[in-house]
C-alpha cells in the first residue's frame, strides 16, 4: 500500500479485527528501517510484541498507557500527564528519520479526550502545517490509527475521516477478509479500491485476488438425492388412467362456453328442481305475498 | 460436558489463564452461564471474587449447592470473597461518606468512575505472600455489567474499570475474568451496544446464549455462540466460532450440535 502522509484510520467490527492489519502495517515500515512508536492503550505491551522477532521488536517503542491510563494504581504506573500528554510528547521523540505513529487504539483516545482536542492533536502530529519545501521527505511521519466502528456516533467518526488520507475499512466474506480503501489525496478525486488479504502468523500481509464466487458452502455431492416419496404409507402416485380421468375434468368454477350454454337452456335431459316441503304443526302458512303492501 | 471442554480440560491451565471472557445474552437469561463459571473455578481450586450485583449470596448459595460447591463454606476459608450489590448498595447511605464504599457512585450525582469497585476487586484478589501458594490463579465474576448502566454509570466507566480488571487481574496476576453483559439487541440503547462492543474488542472469549429465533421451546431452551477472538492467531474467522444449542436441567446444562436435540431425535 502506499504510504500516506496523513493518518489513515483502519475502521474493524468485532467480527473482523484491525489489531493484525495494524501490526502488519507496523513491521512494514520496520522494516523499511523506520522507527515505530506505538501508544499503546488497548493491549499490554507483551501482547502487541507478540509474534514480532527481535529485528521488529528494537525497532519498536512502545508507550504503555494500559497498565495504568487513569492514574488509579499507587504507586501510579501512569505515563505523565495523562492520554493527552502522551500523545503530544510523541510529536517531540519523532524528530529525526522517517518514523510512523501507531496508535492503539484512536477508539480508546476517542472515548477519554474531547473530540475537538484529539483531531488538533493528531493534525499536528503529521505535520500537516509545514510546507512542502520545508521538511525533506524523508523526515515525514506516517500515523496509522485503529479505530473500533461501533463505538462512535457519526459526528466523531467524520470528524476522523476528514483528517485521514487514506481510510481503511475491514470487512470479509466466507472467512476472507478484505479492505475497502478510500484515498484522498489534495486537489484529486478520491479513489475507492477493494483489497482481499490475509495476514501470515509472522505478521506478513499477503494481498489476494477476489475469491471466486462459486466457493459457496456446497452440498457434499457424495450424498446421493433421496427420493421423499418412498416408504409412504398413502399413495402420492398417479396411474395413466387416473391422470387422464384428473386432466379431463372441469373445475367447478372454470367458466367455459360449455357450461355458459348448460346453464342458460337448460335442456331437456336435465331434471328441473323440486322442493318438497312437510309442514309442522307450528308452522302458520301465509298464502299471502309479504311485499304486497309495498308501493314501489 | 461441552462448556468445559471448550476449556481445555477440566481446569484452568496456563492457555487459559489471564484471560477476559464475555458471557452475553440475547432475548434469554444466560445467568447459567455465571453459575457455571462460579462453581467450575471454586471446584478448581482459584481464589474468587464475585461482584453479585443482581441476586442475594443465598441464590448463589443454593444454584452452587446443585453444582456441588458450598459457597458458604468457600467464604469461610476465604476462598470466594462477594461483594452483594443489594445489601450493601443500601449501606452505602448510612456510612459517613469519607469511608470509601466499592459502590460510592451510587451516592454521586453525577456517577462518576469505577475505582473505589475496582480498589475492591485488587483489594480482594491481591495475592498474598504467604509461603505457600494457597489458591490457584484469582479470578473476578461480575454479574452483571448491564445493570450498572441502569444505575447511571457511563459505558466509558464500565469499560474503564473492565479495562483495568484485566490489566491487573489478567494480565499482572495471570488470572481471569468473567462478566455477564446482556445484548438489548432491537431496542435502539446506544449506551449498551457501546459497552457490549467496547467488551467485545477487549476480550478473548465470548459466549452468547441466545434465545431461539423461533420463539419459547420446552426442549430446546436456547443456543450458545463461542466466539475466540483473541490472542490473533490470523486465522480465518470460520474457524474462530462454533454454535451448541441447550437444555438447561435442574443439576446441569445438556448441550448438543444445532437442531440434534434428544427430543426431535
Redesign the interface.
Known amino acids: 500500500m502506499a504510504g500516506p502522509e496523513r493518518p489513515p484510520p483502519p475502521r474493524d467490527s468485532v467480527e473482523w479485527e484491525g489489531r493484525s492489519l495494524l501490526k502488519a502495517l507496523v513491521k512494514k515500515s520496520a522494516l523499511r528501517g523506520e522507527q515505530v512508536h506505538v501508544l499503546g492503550c488497548e493491549v499490554s505491551e507483551e501482547e502487541f510484541r507478540e509474534g514480532f522477532d527481535s529485528n521488529i521488536n528494537s525497532r519498536l517503542v512502545y508507550h504503555d498507557l494500559f497498565r495504568d491510563p487513569l492514574s488509579w494504581s499507587k504507586p501510579g504506573k501512569a505515563l505523565p500527564g495523562g492520554p493527552l500528554e502522551a500523545l503530544r510528547a510523541l510529536d517531540k521523540r519523532t524528530v529525526s528519520g522517517p518514523a510512523t505513529i501507531a496508535l492503539d487504539s484512536l477508539s480508546w483516545l476517542l472515548h477519554h479526550l474531547p473530540c475537538p482536542t484529539l483531531c488538533q492533536t493528531l493534525h499536528a502530529l503529521s505535520r500537516q502545517d509545514s510546507c512542502p519545501g520545508d521538511t525533506p521527505p524523508g523526515e515525514q511521519v506516517r500515523v496509522l490509527g485503529l479505530l473500533h466502528e461501533e463505538l462512535h456516533g457519526p459526528g466523531p467518526l467524520g470528524a476522523l475521516s476528514s483528517l485521514a488520507q487514506t481510510e481503511v475499512t475491514l470487512s470479509g466474506m466466507m472467512g476472507q477478509a478484505s479492505a475497502q480503501i478510500l484515498c484522498r489525496r489534495p486537489r484529486q478525486r478520491p479513489t475507492h479500491q477493494t483489497q482481499w488479504f490475509s495476514i501470515l502468523p509472522d505478521f506478513s500481509l499477503e494481498l489476494q485476488a477476489e475469491p471466486p464466487l462459486e466457493s459457496q458452502p456446497r452440498s457434499d455431492p457424495h450424498t446421493p438425492s433421496v427420493d421423499p416419496t418412498t416408504h409412504l404409507t398413502f399413495n402420492l402416485h398417479l396411474s395413466k388412467k387416473e391422470r387422464e380421468a384428473k386432466d379431463s375434468l372441469t373445475l367447478p368454477f372454470q367458466f367455459s362456453s360449455e357450461k355458459q350454454q348448460a346453464l342458460l337452456r337448460p335442456g331437456l335431459g336435465q331434471a328441473t328442481s323440486h322442493i318438497f316441503y312437510e309442514p309442522d304443526a307450528y308452522d302458520d302458512l301465509d298464502q299471502e305475498d309479504p311485499d304486497d303492501d309495498l308501493d314501489v | 460436558a461441552t462448556l468445559v471442554r471448550v476449556q481445555r480440560g477440566g481446569s484452568p491451565s496456563a492457555q487459559t489463564e489471564g484471560k477476559l471472557t464475555l458471557l452475553c445474552d440475547a432475548k434469554t437469561d444466560g445467568s447459567f452461564l455465571v453459575h457455571h463459571f462460579l462453581s467450575f473455578y471454586l471446584k478448581a481450586n482459584c481464589k474468587v471474587c464475585l461482584v453479585a450485583l443482581i441476586q442475594s449470596f443465598s441464590h448463589y448459595n443454593i444454584v452452587g449447592q446443585k453444582l456441588g460447591v458450598s459457597l458458604t463454606a468457600a467464604r469461610e476459608r476465604g476462598q470466594l470473597v462477594v461483594l452483594e450489590g443489594l445489601k450493601s448498595g443500601v449501606d452505602v447511605f448510612f456510612r459517613p461518606r469519607e469511608e470509601p464504599h466499592p459502590l460510592q457512585f451510587l451516592r454521586e450525582a453525577n456517577a462518576g468512575?469505577l475505582?473505589p469497585l475496582?480498589?475492591f476487586v485488587r483489594d480482594a484478589l491481591q495475592p498474598v505472600d504467604s509461603g505457600e501458594a494457597a489458591w490457584r490463579c484469582p479470578v473476578l465474576l461480575v454479574d452483571d455489567l448491564s445493570v450498572l448502566l441502569s444505575l447511571g454509570v457511563g459505558p466509558?466507566a464500565v469499560?474503564?474499570f473492565v479495562?483495568?480488571c484485566r490489566?491487573t487481574v489478567c494480565?499482572e496476576w495471570k488470572g481471569n475474568v468473567v462478566c455477564l453483559v446482556h445484548d438489548s439487541g432491537d431496542t435502539e440503547d446506544?449506551e449498551s451496544?457501546?459497552l457490549l462492543?467496547?467488551l467485545?474488542?477487549?476480550s478473548h472469549l465470548i459466549l452468547r446464549a441466545e434465545g431461539l429465533a423461533t420463539g419459547f421451546c420446552k426442549d430446546v431452551h436456547g443456543q450458545l455462540r463461542i466466539l475466540w477472538?483473541?490472542?490473533?492467531?490470523?486465522t480465518?474467522?470460520?474457524?474462530r466460532s462454533l454454535t451448541y444449542q441447550y437444555k438447561i436441567q435442574d443439576k446441569s446444562v445438556s448441550f448438543f450440535a444445532k437442531g440434534m436435540s434428544p427430543a426431535v431425535l
Open positions: 468512575d475505582q475496582y480498589a466509558v469499560l474503564d479495562h483495568y490489566a494480565q446506544e451496544d457501546v462492543n467496547g467485545s474488542h477487549q477472538r483473541r490472542p490473533l492467531q490470523p480465518t474467522h470460520r474457524d
